[in-house]
Every structure is written in structure tokens, then in C-alpha cells.
């Protein structure tokens, strides 16, 4: 499967940009739409989502929302995928994903460590260089110390 070129996954995502604010708590507003993300499985299958802020914490990122869909339609291999965003003045830009988002994107299905994510039109990334030491550690064989050996006490 090709995936679609860099510009191509930019423009589907933009597509979907619909930013929109709602009174929130204390005065402030929370933003929704305004951050979009695209991808494209494995299968060949375009996805996309955008963020949901919220002010309790419950919300989720645009990728969250794309890789959602992707998962309701059943697939879980990611082969690329984009995040954009649009300031006020109209000027586009392509975000890299949040470390949870990262996390998230490999919890998803470990080969989605091989997933391309667009860092812009001619830079991109695999998702195993953006989040590294992804493999479980080792454990450590060590005698217990005392606290008070540490700082002298």
C-alpha cells in the first residue's frame, strides 16, 4: 500500500478543522476542532478526528479522535498520519503529536511503531524516533539501602 503523499494527508486533515469555542468554567472558553488530524492504515483507509478540550481534563487530542474511528471501523495499523492546525490569522501549521499521543498511537497496536507521522510537507518521522526505549525494561537485581545511608543521617 502507498500511502498518500505528505501534502495530500495535510489537506484531508484541514478539510476538518471546524474550531469552535464554548463558555467554560470561571470566565474561560474551551476550544474544540480546532487542532485535526488525518490517517491512513495500513489497509489504505483514511481516518480523521479532531481535539475536544474540555475543563475537566476529559478530553482528548485530534489523534485520539482519528485513531478512535480507525478502531470503530475495525483496523488498527497505522501507515501515516498528520495533525493540523489553523491560528487566527489563518496560517496552517503541522503539529507533531503529545507524548500521550505517541503512547497512545503505540498502544494501539505495536507495529504502529513503523507508523510515518507528517512533521510537515517534506519532514516526517517513524513513530518509534519520536518515542524511544519503547521496549519494557529489564529488571534490576539490587540489595535494598537504608535512606539514611544515602544522606548520611
Not at 22 to 45: E, F, H, K
Not at 90 to 105: A, D, S, W
Amino acid at each position: 500500500m502507498d500511502a498518500p503523499g505528505h501534502d495530500a494527508l495535510i489537506t484531508a486533515a484541514q478539510q476538518v478543522l471546524k474550531p469552535h469555542s464554548v463558555p467554560g468554567y470561571g470566565g474561560s472558553s474551551r476550544r474544540m476542532g480546532q487542532v485535526a488530524s488525518t490517517l491512513v492504515t495500513t489497509n489504505g483507509n483514511a481516518y480523521s478526528g479532531v481535539c475536544v478540550d474540555t475543563g475537566s481534563g476529559t478530553g482528548f487530542c485530534a489523534e485520539h479522535a482519528a485513531i478512535a474511528a480507525m478502531v470503530t471501523a475495525g483496523e488498527y495499523r497505522i501507515a501515516k498520519i498528520v495533525a493540523v492546525y489553523r491560528d487566527e490569522a489563518g496560517t496552517l501549521y503541522v503539529l507533531p503529536p503529545c507524548g500521550r499521543c505517541r503512547e497512545f498511537i503505540r498502544q494501539i497496536d505495536p507495529a504502529n511503531l513503523e507508523a510515518e507521522v507528517v512533521l510537515g510537507r517534506t519532514e516526517s518521522a517513524k513513530l518509534r524516533d519520536l518515542l524511544p526505549r519503547t521496549d519494557w525494561p529489564a529488571p534490576v537485581d539490587i540489595t535494598p539501602v537504608d535512606i539514611d545511608q544515602l544522606t548520611g543521617s
